[in-house]
């Protein structure tokens, strides 16, 4: 083959890639344009995401500067279902052009649905991806406040959020058929909604850890939910509902907005519903870890110095980690390595002294490690039957199900944090924070040297693997 032949073959090679990966926006003139391009897609170890950033928008508003670019971040063990549509159900996607999550339409219904086509299905439909804000929905490309198709994802708008003011979205989980349906037609039952938070920043909470200014809330899960709010990006949560095609429910997600108006607000959340069946998370999951190994930290922990994050206040759920088909013997446990000042274990000690031997006032120091009911009876996470792994001659290996402090060890009083281990299953700890956060004595937060800053305890950050 001559080097002219191979140039056009390369060349047109080049032209196929970019009409397949290429979308036309049909929006109005009257609404903002927003541009959207992957710079990296490739994986790295758990909860490290591709950037993706969102570009600045072309408007008749052309005078306002976004005062936030949030990057967009694709989950790697993000739900892949089916979802429902109208007329019936259709196959999920994955862009090969971004690496976004969508659902398998021709091209006219993904244009009907107010979606855009990103690479195609093998079927020769288009991978649609689903968009959509509810606030200040006139410039959005979706003005409707409730969603049914799986993968959508909801940002929010680049125009200013008012303070003092809220922002819903409603999750439609009907999926009943028509009593006229063909008896061989199923219907898809959904069992659970996950949300990853690919982009969540919102205010942080107030010195006492509570969410009294900008918070999010989900009502409508049949589990326990807390309300979070800070910086948020790569964390998730399954919510769990009634059958679909038995009891259906819809799921209603809030952001809550505080007084202050100086405020950086900004999410991208990917909506997944996974259908009843093998799939789910067990029974109570806030958070399930489908991997072998990554890392698990509590809501608003990040590597930061100074107080600018903390733990959240009123945390009570389960976090649990699936053991098939890997079949492990146990679920370890590591503090995180942080590049700053920041403590990756970091809760508080006990809210009142008691009398047992086994509490001394040096068992008290919050600069060290806090093990059991007597000692973490204030803040701590429960892990069944955790003990170290080669604790020096002669300290046999103590096992311990609560740990607070701000080390992280099996050994009570220690001043080093260590690996934490379980062979308890199913493989699933526990977290929880009172409202008690600077008040109460002695606590982590009352002590005036080698302690946490009077705004609260820091949460955690821990690496697992199963193994």
Same mark, same amino acid.
């Given at each position: 083959?001559?080097?002219?032949?191979?140039?056009?073959?390369?060349?047109?090679?080049?032209?196929h890639?970019q009409?397949?990966?290429?979308?036309?926006?049909d929006?109005?003139?009257?609404?903002p344009?927003?541009?959207?391009?992957v710079?990296?897609?490739?994986?790295?170890?758990?909860?490290?995401?591709?950037?993706?950033?969102w570009?600045?928008?072309s408007s008749?508003?052309?005078?306002?500067?976004?005062?936030?670019q949030?990057?967009?971040?694709?989950?790697?063990d993000a739900v892949?279902?089916?979802?429902q549509?109208?007329?019936g159900f259709?196959?999920?996607c994955?862009?090969t052009?971004?690496?976004?999550?969508g659902?398998c339409f021709?091209?006219?219904?993904?244009?009907?649905?107010?979606?855009?086509?990103?690479?195609?299905?093998?079927?020769?439909?288009?991978c649609c991806?689903?968009?959509?804000?509810?606030? @200040?929905g006139?410039y959005?490309? @979706?003005?409707s406040?409730?969603?049914?198709?799986?993968?959508?994802?909801?940002q929010?708008?680049?125009?200013?959020?008012?303070?003092?003011?809220?922002?819903?979205?409603?999750?439609k989980?009907?999926?009943?058929?028509?009593d006229n349906?063909?008896a061989?037609?199923?219907?898809?039952?959904i069992?659970? +909604?996950?949300l990853?938070f690919?982009?969540?920043?919102?205010?942080?909470?107030d010195?006492?850890?509570?969410c009294?200014?900008?918070?999010f809330? +989900?009502?409508?899960?049949?589990?326990t939910v807390?309300?979070?709010?800070?910086?948020?990006?790569?964390? @998730?949560?399954?919510? @769990?509902?009634?059958?679909?095609? +038995?009891?259906p429910?819809?799921?209603?997600?809030?952001f809550?907005f505080?007084?202050s108006?100086?405020?950086?607000?900004a999410?991208n959340?990917?909506?997944s519903?996974?259908p009843?069946?093998?799939?789910?998370a067990?029974?109570g999951c806030?958070?399930?870890f489908t991997t072998?190994?990554?890392?698990?930290q509590?809501?608003?922990?990040?590597?930061?110095?100074?107080?600018?994050?903390?733990?959240?206040?009123?945390q009570?759920?389960?976090?649990c980690?699936?053991?098939?088909?890997?079949s492990?013997?146990?679920?370890?446990?590591t503090?995180?390595?942080?590049v700053?000042?920041?403590k990756?274990?970091?809760l508080?000690t006990?809210?009142?002294?008691?009398?047992?031997?086994?509490?001394?006032?040096?068992s008290l120091?919050?600069?060290?490690?806090?093990v059991?009911?007597?000692?973490?009876?204030?803040d701590?996470?429960?892990?069944?039957?955790?003990?170290?792994?080669?604790?020096?001659?002669?300290?046999?290996?103590?096992?311990?199900?609560?740990?607070?402090?701000?080390?992280?060890?099996?050994?009570?009083?220690?001043?080093?944090?260590t690996? +934490?281990?379980?062979?308890?299953?199913?493989f699933?700890v526990?977290?929880?924070?009172?409202?008690?956060?600077?008040?109460?004595?002695?606590?982590?937060d009352?002590?005036?040297?080698?302690s946490i800053?009077?705004?609260g305890?820091?949460?955690?950050?821990?690496?697992?693997?199963?193994?």
């Open positions: 083959m001559s080097r002219l032949s191979c140039f056009f073959l390369l060349a047109a090679l080049m032209f890639r009409v397949s990966c290429a979308w036309e926006d929006s109005s003139e009257e609404e344009k927003i541009a959207r391009q710079v990296d897609n490739s994986f790295r170890s758990p909860y490290r995401f591709a950037a993706y950033p570009q600045q928008w008749p508003y052309a005078s306002y500067q976004p005062r936030y949030p990057s967009f971040r694709v989950p790697q892949t279902v089916y979802s549509s109208t007329p259709t196959q999920s994955k862009s052009c971004t690496g976004e999550r659902n021709d091209a006219e219904t993904c244009s009907s649905l107010g979606g855009r086509a990103s690479g195609n299905c093998r079927d020769g439909r288009v991806i689903n968009v959509v804000n509810t606030c @200040h006139k959005s490309r @979706h003005s406040n409730a969603v049914t198709l799986n993968n959508t994802y909801w929010s708008s680049l125009r200013p959020i008012p303070a003092s003011s809220s922002c819903t979205l409603t999750v989980l009907d999926t009943r058929l028509p349906t063909p061989p037609v199923s219907p898809l039952s069992c659970q +909604v996950r990853d690919l982009v969540f920043t919102i205010s942080q909470p010195s006492e850890s509570v009294s200014g900008d918070y809330e +989900v009502a409508g899960a049949t589990n807390p309300n979070i709010c800070g910086f948020n990006d790569g964390q @998730h949560m399954y919510l @769990h509902v009634p059958p679909s095609d +038995v009891t429910t819809d799921l209603q997600l809030t809550n505080g007084a108006d100086i405020e950086t607000r999410w959340i990917l909506i519903k996974i009843c069946g093998p799939r789910l067990p029974a806030l958070q399930y072998r190994s990554g890392v698990v509590t809501f608003n922990w990040r590597d930061v110095a100074g107080t600018a994050t903390r733990q959240l206040a009123n009570d759920y389960s976090i980690f699936r053991s098939a088909p890997y492990p013997r146990q679920l370890c446990l503090p995180c390595t942080v700053t000042t920041q990756p274990f970091s508080s006990p809210s009142v002294q008691t009398t047992v031997a086994t509490t001394t006032a040096t120091r919050p600069d060290v490690s806090q059991g009911s007597l000692d973490c009876n204030n701590f996470v429960v892990i069944p039957g955790g003990f170290n792994i080669g604790n020096p001659a002669p300290v046999p290996n103590m096992a311990f199900d609560r740990y607070c402090g701000e080390k992280f060890n099996a050994l009570p009083g220690n001043n080093a944090s690996t +934490v281990c379980t062979t308890a299953m199913p699933r526990l977290y929880r924070t009172n409202r008690d956060e600077t008040l109460t004595s002695p606590t982590a009352s002590f005036p040297a080698n800053p009077v705004n305890n820091r949460g955690f950050c821990l690496n697992f693997r199963l193994q």
